[in-house]
């Protein structure tokens, strides 16, 4: 019995030495330390933002859609399960709706700050994902390295303010974390009936998080394809993978809110479209067609290249997906914002994020393949060149409008404890922006509610 025992704990020992050699292989000590460094200079930038600039009071659609159609009717026992994926603007945010629920259960409280710093480490997933992948794939080395370049950049820099301080904003990371992973399945097991199985949920939860979550459907066919032309072949189950996949973003699209308000934004023409797409693919660089090449090209580029070569490997699908999701991101909002487009707003800034990183792992790659010719391989450094640029000088700007959302934060939360303390309903009877809702009535009756107003955060009633 001994001797047995004996050969049951050595042979753990062995299947433990085992794993921890395997895990070795494909995470060596640098790896795990660039990877830790990265997520800890990620998570560390947000929580300054968020500690420094956000504030507990809830802001402006949160008032309706978490606090009274969501929290109030959970608290009063009657909110139906249906109400999770209901329609929210153009949305159904049913990730965040499930997020603030376990938030508010756990807590107590709504608090909008205490929602933000979840976000932190919801968006941190993200790099996570994206590095882990890569490192597992043994494709994270020499001039590779690079894209870290880009994601500390995307995650860790102000531009997106809107969404780091407003704990409300969780779609957008769910969104892009539904994404990698679907992409990631088409490109990791592309025959597996199970791993399309995945996909398929995955995009419909997609679909279930924000309106342009048809594409993440879109996208995982695009990784399809890229299989196929890599093998020169046409594999009937993925054809009927792709179908099902354009249904589902077909379905999606059918069932989308079409709200009336919104088309003064929607853009009328090609025109109007054409130029929306210069301030979008031109960003962070300020509106240049230029700046739209340096920094789009490199995937469309590559890809073709690789393909051509039949050296386009499993990550280089997975970014190829995410560049491909990301120009159909900029192309919906160049169609559904962009009349009279001035600017890229802060809160769609994240959704260029994968396939800004997309585009760098195919600059570095260009600069791998061409470093013996240096008459060549520049053009690879032009992408990343113009991508600090466009950080470098819009970052003045970004803290500028950090600065001013926060006075106007301060202001809101001054004249909502005013209220709260007299009752008086002048005083929130300000200028767009100072109260943190458009309608003054309608957020005084919200102040007022038994249900919702225990629930606020107490200092407001200090």
């Known amino acids: 019995m001994a001797l047995v025992q004996l050969r049951n704990v050595t042979g753990c020992l062995v299947c433990g030495t085992a794993r921890i050699k395997s895990l070795k292989t494909f995470m060596p000590t640098r790896n795990i330390l660039a990877l830790l460094a990265t997520l800890l200079l990620i998570i560390a930038a947000r929580f300054y933002l968020v500690e420094t600039y956000a504030i507990a009071l809830p802001f402006w659609d949160q008032w309706d859609a978490e606090g009274d159609y969501l929290l109030r009717p959970w608290i009063e026992g009657r ?86 301080l407003v704990g409300f904003q969780s779609q957008f990371y769910f969104l892009m974390i539904f994404t990698l992973f679907a992409l990631i399945l088409a490109a990791r097991y592309p025959d597996s009936l199970l791993a399309m199985a995945g996909i398929l949920v995955l995009s419909w939860l997609s679909v279930l998080t924000m309106a342009s979550g048809i594409l993440t459907p879109l996208a995982a066919t695009g990784v399809y394809a890229l299989q196929g032309f890599l093998k020169r072949e046409v594999n009937w189950k993925h054809v009927g993978m792709v179908v099902v996949l354009v249904g589902l973003a077909a379905l999606g699209y059918s069932i989308m809110p079409h709200i009336e308000g919104n088309q003064i934004y929607r853009s009328r023409n090609i025109a109007e479209i054409r130029k929306a797409l210069r301030f979008i693919l031109s960003w962070p660089v300020s509106k ?175």
């Open 288 to 462: 240049s067609w230029p700046a739209a090449i340096a920094l789009w090209f490199p995937a469309v580029g590559m890809v073709c290249w690789l393909l051509r070569s039949r050296a386009l490997s499993r990550a280089d699908m997975v970014m190829a997906g995410c560049a491909m999701w990301s120009l159909g991101q900029t192309l919906a909002i160049a169609y559904g914002r962009g009349q009279a487009m001035g600017g890229v707003s802060s809160r769609y800034t994240e959704l260029f994020t994968i396939g800004l990183i997309g585009n760098a792992w195919f600059a570095a790659r260009f600069i791998e393949i061409t470093l013996k010719n240096k008459r060549v391989a520049w053009l690879g450094a032009v992408f990343f060149v113009v991508f600090i640029m466009g950080h470098t000088s819009r970052r003045k700007r970004d803290m500028r409008d950090v600065y001013h959302t926060y006075e106007l934060s301060m202001k809101q939360e001054t004249n909502v404890r005013k209220y709260m303390k007299t009752g008086d309903a002048s005083v929130l009877v300000q200028p767009l922006f100072q109260i943190p809702y458009p309608d003054s009535i309608r957020l005084r009756s919200l102040l007022d509610n038994p249900t919702i107003r225990p629930i606020l955060p107490p200092y407001l009633s200090e």
């Open 79 to 164: 909110l139906r399960i249906d109400e999770l994926w209901h329609t929210h603007n153009e949305h159904r945010i049913f990730p965040t709706r499930l997020l603030s629920l376990l938030i508010f259960n756990v807590t107590g409280v709504w608090d909008n700050v205490i929602e933000a710093r979840v976000n932190i480490f919801l968006a941190a997933c993200i790099p996570l994902i994206i590095l882990l992948f890569l490192m597992r794939q043994r494709e994270l080395h020499g001039v590779r390295w690079l894209i870290l370049i880009v994601i500390i950049a995307q995650f860790a820099l102000p531009f997106s303010f809107e969404n780091m």
